[in-house]
C-alpha cells in the first residue's frame, strides 16, 4: 500500500491543524493504521492507532485528549486531528500501515510509511 500525508504546516500555540493520510495500491481497511512522529535528533514516536473497523483508538499519553485520530475507508484516509499545539509537538509526522490486527505502537510492526509532513508549533 502507498501512503501520501499531507496537511502540515506553521502554527501558533494552542491553533488546531488536520493530518490526513492517502492510501492506494491496497485495501485499504485490510490496515490498522498509526500516526507516528519525529523531532529532529529524537527517535520515531508513536501518536496514535485506529483499528480497521475504526471503532478502537490507541494514543501515545503525550496526546490524549488533545489529538483525534479517525478514518474513513471509503475515502481510503486516515486523519489526525490536532487541538490545543503545543511547540514540543513539532516534528515531521508520519502515517504507517500494519496488515495484522494489534493496535501497536512499535514502528517495527508498521510494514508502509508515508513519507511525512512538517508541522512547526511557534510558541
Known amino acids: 500500500v502507498q501512503l501520501q500525508a499531507s496537511g502540515g504546516g506553521l502554527v501558533q500555540a494552542g491553533d488546531s491543524l488536520r493530518l490526513a493520510c492517502a492510501a492506494s495500491?491496497?485495501?485499504?481497511?485490510?490496515?490498522?493504521m498509526g500516526w507516528f512522529r519525529q523531532s529532529p535528533g529524537k527517535e520515531r514516536e508513536f501518536v496514535a492507532a485506529i483499528s480497521r473497523s475504526g471503532y478502537s483508538t490507541y494514543y501515545a499519553e503525550s496526546v490524549k485528549g488533545r489529538f483525534t485520530i479517525s478514518r474513513d475507508n471509503a475515502k481510503n484516509t486516515v486523519y489526525l486531528e490536532m487541538n490545543s499545539l503545543k511547540p514540543e509537538d513539532t516534528a515531521v509526522y508520519f502515517c504507517?500501515?500494519?496488515?495484522?490486527?494489534?493496535?501497536?505502537?512499535?514502528?517495527?510492526?508498521?510494514?508502509?510509511w508515508g513519507q511525512g509532513t512538517l508541522v512547526t508549533v511557534s510558541s
Open positions: 504507517a500501515a500494519d496488515r495484522t490486527s494489534i493496535l501497536g505502537r512499535d514502528t517495527s510492526r508498521y510494514s508502509y
Open positions: 495500491g491496497r485495501t485499504f481497511s485490510d490496515y490498522v
